[in-house]
């Protein structure tokens, strides 16, 4: 599953964009994609439980708040390949700055030989990378199709009731597979903290070890068998 957002305050633009981003997403390839099309910005603040991860956008930067709009979309999805849309009274240090990260740029006025041009390329860089760089990405199979979870949005797995879930922010998707299969495929990141569980070191705030517990980033808390706890004394953040 790839996940898209994408917001313009112009009605009839957005509808274009749609419709654009539709025809070259079917000719990029077989994946299944979640859309959101939007001209209401609030919508996109509250998409965030159903789109824990976002792959894909296109956002309006135009008029007031414009440039803190796109921040706040980089501070939720720091992984996003985000396309902007701008116009010729804007400067380009408006948007091309770290904490907007645009990879793409639709500079009004839009014609539709340059809608058509910018998206086609947009999407297939995104699709062609995405393709070359399975390694960093778990895949998630079900009745709806494919969901490619990248390795660092994970925070942990957990064995429960005969399946594998997986924890990616405040979302859970589970799968068919054992935790030990996981334990011996997973990168390095990946820690077996006990029978049940796996978690990513990168998301461990600090760690209890007199309680047997590990504090993530996110507030969730996973159990520390004693087994394992030799190996988790040396990172950092560890106190008893």
Same mark, same amino acid.
């Given at each position: 599953?790839?996940?898209?957002?994408?917001?313009?305050?112009?009605?009839?633009?957005?509808?274009?964009?749609?419709?654009?981003?539709?025809?070259?997403?079917?000719?990029?390839?077989?994946?299944? &994609?979640? &859309?959101?099309?939007?001209?209401?910005?609030?919508?996109?603040?509250?998409?965030?439980?159903?789109?824990?991860?976002?792959?894909?956008?296109?956002?309006?930067?135009?008029?007031?708040?414009?440039?803190?709009?796109?921040?706040?979309?980089?501070?939720?999805?720091?992984?996003?390949?985000?396309?902007?849309?701008?116009?010729?009274? $804007?400067?380009?240090?408006?948007?091309?700055?770290?904490?907007?990260?645009?990879?793409?740029?639709?500079?009004?006025?839009?014609?539709?030989?340059? $809608?058509?041009?910018?998206?086609?390329?947009?999407?297939?860089?995104?699709?062609?990378?995405?393709?070359?760089?399975?390694?960093?990405?778990?895949?998630?199979?079900?009745?709806?199709?494919?969901?490619?979870?990248?390795?660092?949005?994970?925070?942990?797995?957990?064995?429960?009731?005969?399946?594998?879930?997986?924890?990616?922010?405040?979302?859970?998707?589970?799968?068919?597979?054992?935790?030990?299969?996981?334990?011996?495929?997973?990168?390095?990141?990946?820690?077996?903290?006990?029978?049940?569980?796996?978690?990513?070191?990168? $998301?461990?705030?600090?760690?209890?070890?007199?309680?047997?517990?590990?504090?993530?980033?996110?507030?969730?808390?996973?159990?520390?068998?004693?087994?394992?706890?030799?190996?988790?004394?040396?990172?950092?953040?560890?106190?008893?």
């Amino acid at each position: 599953m790839i996940y898209s957002i994408n917001f313009d305050g112009q009605k009839e633009e957005l509808n274009r964009i749609e419709h654009t981003m539709h025809d070259e997403a079917a000719l990029a390839g077989d994946d299944e &994609w979640k &859309w959101l099309f939007t001209s209401d910005f609030g919508k996109v603040l509250e998409a965030e439980d159903a789109f824990p991860v976002l792959d894909i956008s296109c956002l309006d930067i135009t008029g007031e708040g414009g440039t803190k709009r796109a921040e706040e979309v980089r501070s939720r999805y720091r992984e996003s390949a985000i396309m902007v849309i701008a116009d010729s009274k $804007m400067s380009p240090l408006e948007y091309l700055k770290p904490s907007i990260q645009a990879s793409s740029l639709l500079l009004r006025p839009v014609t539709e030989e340059m $809608m058509k041009k910018t998206i086609h390329d947009f999407i297939h860089a995104f699709t062609d990378a995405r393709s070359g760089d399975a390694g960093t990405e778990y895949v998630v199979e079900t009745r709806e199709g494919k969901t490619f979870l990248p390795i660092q949005k994970i925070t942990y797995f957990e064995a429960r009731q005969k399946k594998i879930y997986i924890r990616v922010g405040a979302r859970e998707y589970d799968t068919y597979d054992t935790i030990d299969r996981l334990a011996e495929k997973l990168p390095d990141q990946f820690m077996r903290c006990h029978r049940s569980f796996i978690v990513n070191r990168k $998301m461990i705030d600090y760690i209890r070890l007199s309680e047997n517990r590990i504090f993530l980033r996110d507030g969730s808390v996973i159990p520390l068998s004693r087994s394992y706890r030799f190996a988790f004394k040396s990172l950092r953040g560890s106190s008893y």
